[in-house]
């Protein structure tokens, strides 16, 4: 037995090296062919980064005393540093340098803290990029547009020169190659390998186990039948879940750049399926995937063919013509867009309006500013014209990007260093379920809303023939939006407050832009702010508003019910006139880019 185990360890360790080189020579071709095939449009757009830096570069040229002044503070933090961890090594404890900030996950194993090496890399690779950081907000002479854009793509950097992106500086990662023998960096390079074959020779870094969910089967459940369908959107009107329902249905708007589903995930997290047990009739637009074929469809077609077609279809479903309407990001952007043109034609059907998370005034959209930049427009505009349609993986990059060491590097660190495929998880499924947009359409959105903000605007943006004005909405609103939005800024969805003229309720979640919304009262995870007086200022209301513990939903129903009418008897899809085409969730949400 014991003479044939260095035969087996041999053998053993001979195999691994061939696979190892087998799979590193597929990883290269890949890489070199991903070089090759160069995409039309690469977020982040390389010109953009370049030119940004070179910027900045020019004003460091006329007054390097920022940096000077930065290099100096980094020589006298590293020196300090070096002294605590020779002080450590020595059995000596000392205050560290720099510490991760709140919420900083990266840095949660104890080696990070406990091991005098692995806390000096820490520490080290924080004072650098507390330095860096610092030396680029002095810099003067810099348009804001421009310092945000950098500060952006120097913190991308800074974080993907983490310590705990590589093998060699990650007690994590070292622990698992050292028990697994490099077993783990193997499975790494074929999980890439997988990721890139997904990416069609880029790397698109796997979230979750996509097997694991169907839509239909696992989420999007919630009893219902699609009962009206155009070129754009599938209606699906939901079964009921009370023997009475409020007299006025609700009309439910999401994103056309994601899935409907979010609102309707696993059973417990189903937002859609609340609202159906509040003893709301619930309607909700499927949005189809679109393809070149519908190249044509703009902005306008959205709104005739979206909540406008969805108004018409519930009169004839419930013989209903006041509702009211929920709509989330920018289906809020639209739904608003659609109360004004109503608005102007004196169309009051709507009796209330709720908005999650949504964007009327783009002046400061957050980091999401950052892609709104005359050149990658342009080149989006490119290759839209060519296409017919911006393919979902380029606003996917720009979204993970905002939470870069959340969304890519926590999985960059997991499937490829530790070897480890992706869990389960309901919401990530839906975050790679990416939607194509129609390039007339988004070119639309993207130039009069995000690069000119003309929604704003009385008269800025004509639809149907029509000009359109926010301040002619009367129609009752409320306002949901989440204290760390980074797609929504919380402060900027603020300013509709001062847009519309009817009675306004504005509450803030907690948490942020998914997670913030979709937070049923069952869990107790992420109180609400409420606050009753009208305030110009969005920090003036926050610091005199009232703490809710727990979900805002209940809020909402309550304010929902005032507005919905009295009670009548359950309707089912399929009493009125229009009758079930397929059960919910519909064909067009499975339609997969």
Not at 111 to 119: F, K
Not at 285 to 295: H, K, V
Not at 568 to 579: E, F, I, N, T
Request: include cysteine.
């Amino acid at each position: 037995m014991t003479t044939k185990r260095p035969d087996t360890t041999f053998s053993e360790a001979w195999k691994a090296w061939a696979d190892w080189t087998e799979k590193s020579q597929k990883l290269w071709a890949a890489t070199l062919a991903s070089q090759v095939n160069k995409p039309e449009v690469e977020i982040p757009d390389p010109d953009v980064v370049r030119d940004s830096f070179r910027h900045v570069a020019e004003k460091i040229l006329e007054n390097p005393e920022p940096f000077l002044d930065g290099q100096a503070t980094w020589w006298r933090d590293f020196i300090t540093l070096c002294e605590v961890s020779a002080n450590r090594l020595r059995g000596v404890d000392g205050q560290p340098v720099a510490e991760p900030e709140p919420g900083d996950k990266r840095f949660k194993d104890d080696a990070w803290t406990q091991d005098p090496l692995y806390d000096h890399i820490k520490q080290s690779y924080l004072i650098t990029a507390r330095v860096m950081t610092n030396s680029l907000r002095k810099i003067e002479g810099i348009d804001p547009e421009l310092r945000e854009r950098i500060e952006f793509y120097t913190r991308q950097t800074i974080d993907a020169l983490a310590p705990t992106n590589f093998v060699a500086t990650n007690p994590v990662a070292r622990r698992a190659t050292l028990e697994s023998g490099g077993q783990n960096l193997l499975k790494g390079i074929e999980n890439m390998l997988r990721d890139m074959e997904r990416g069609k020779g880029r790397l698109r870094v796997a979230m979750t186990d996509e097997t694991a969910f169907e839509v239909g089967r696992n989420i999007a459940v919630t009893p219902g039948k699609v009962v009206f369908q155009n070129d754009l959107m599938q209606l699906i009107q939901y079964a009921p879940a009370t023997e009475t329902v409020r007299k006025r249905p609700l009309l439910v708007v999401p994103p056309w750049i994601n899935k409907f589903y979010i609102l309707d995930l696993t059973e417990k997290n189903s937002l859609l399926k609340y609202m159906v047990d509040q003893g709301f009739t619930v309607f909700v637009i499927s949005w189809i995937n679109p393809d070149e074929t519908l190249a044509h469809k703009n902005f306008e077609n959205y709104v005739a063919e979206g909540p406008l077609a969805a108004l018409d279809a519930i009169e004839h479903a419930t013989g209903e013509k006041e509702v009211t309407m929920a709509a989330y990001c920018i289906g809020g952007t639209l739904t608003a867009s659609t109360l004004a043109l109503m608005a102007a034609r004196g169309d009051d059907r709507v009796k209330a309006a709720t908005f999650f998370t949504t964007m009327t005034d783009f002046e400061d959209p957050g980091e999401l500013g950052v892609f709104i930049e005359p050149h990658l427009l342009d080149k989006l505009d490119d290759y839209m014209a060519k296409h017919g349609y911006l393919d979902g993986s380029y606003m996917s990059t720009a979204f993970n990007m905002l939470r870069d060491n959340d969304l890519i590097w926590s999985f960059f660190i997991n499937n490829y260093l530790l070897g480890k495929d992706p869990m389960p998880f309901d919401l990530l499924y839906w975050n790679s379920d990416s939607t194509r947009m129609p390039a007339m359409m988004h070119s639309f959105y993207l130039r009069e809303m995000y690069e000119k903000n003309k929604l704003v605007e009385p008269g800025g943006i004509t639809l149907l023939g029509t000009p359109i004005d926010l301040r002619a909405v009367k129609t009752p609103v409320y306002m949901l939006s989440t204290k760390e939005d980074h797609i929504a800024p919380w402060r900027s969805t603020f300013r509709a407050t001062g847009l519309f003229s009817g009675p306004t309720r504005f509450v803030l979640s907690g948490s942020g832009h998914i997670a913030g919304v979709i937070n049923p009262p069952t869990k107790v995870k992420y109180g609400h702010w409420t606050n009753s007086r009208k305030y110009k200022d969005p920090d003036a209301w926050f610091n005199a508003a009232k703490v809710n513990e727990g979900s805002w939903w209940p809020n909402w129903t309550e304010w929902n019910h005032k507005h919905s009418g009295p009670e009548v008897p359950a309707r089912h899809p399929g009493d009125g006139k229009l009758k079930p085409i397929e059960d919910a969730p519909g064909s067009y949400v499975k339609v997969r880019v």
